[in-house]
């Protein structure tokens, strides 16, 4: 390597260092510890891109795209929506057989997060659909229903869907 080579990288790998430790590059923070809108020189998305959760709450929801729901056989009779933003994931549900743990609840993109002390789950026309230690009851022979909304089950997720599978 010559000595121009070894220069050029140099300034290169400086000139980095130095934008990476801009106060540019860092998000800036309010006092209540949500990032500032002023910091971001990114131009905004439109809402209907914008991810689910609101700053606040913390919760984000698991997403699913329209789904098949196939008959696979589930060995829990209900299973209980649990909300805690310092969980990962911060949605998920527990059954009553324990296994196998915490199960993913996944969302079309029509739910959302709200704020507040009260963390609640809500439906494309803004309706409750959910809220920490709400519980699903596993009918014998259907699939079941939150606040109206068809839920498919598997050993490993429930996916609460807004339109039923085709």
Aim: aromatic share 6%; with cysteine; charged share 15%.
């Amino acid at each position: 390597m010559t000595y121009s080579s070894r220069t050029l990288i140099g300034v290169l790998a400086l000139g980095a260092l130095v934008l990476g430790c801009s106060p540019a590059a860092a998000p800036s923070v309010s006092p209540t510890g949500a990032p500032s809108q002023a910091a971001s020189s990114a131009p905004s998305q439109p809402a209907s891109a914008a991810p689910s959760p609101l700053p606040s709450s913390g919760i984000v929801l698991e997403r699913t795209g329209p789904i098949g729901c196939d008959s696979i056989g589930v060995d829990y009779k209900s299973a209980t929506i649990n909300i805690d933003p310092a969980s990962d994931p911060a949605v998920w549900a527990g059954t009553d057989t324990a296994k196998p743990g915490k199960i993913a609840v996944k969302w079309t993109d029509g739910f959302s997060a709200t704020e507040g002390p009260e963390i609640v789950i809500r439906g494309p026309k803004g309706e409750e659909v959910a809220r920490d230690g709400t519980v699903i009851n596993v009918p014998a022979d259907a699939y079941p229903r939150l606040a109206g909304y068809f839920v498919c089950l598997a050993p490993e997720a429930l996916y609460v869907l807004e339109t039923d599978p085709q």
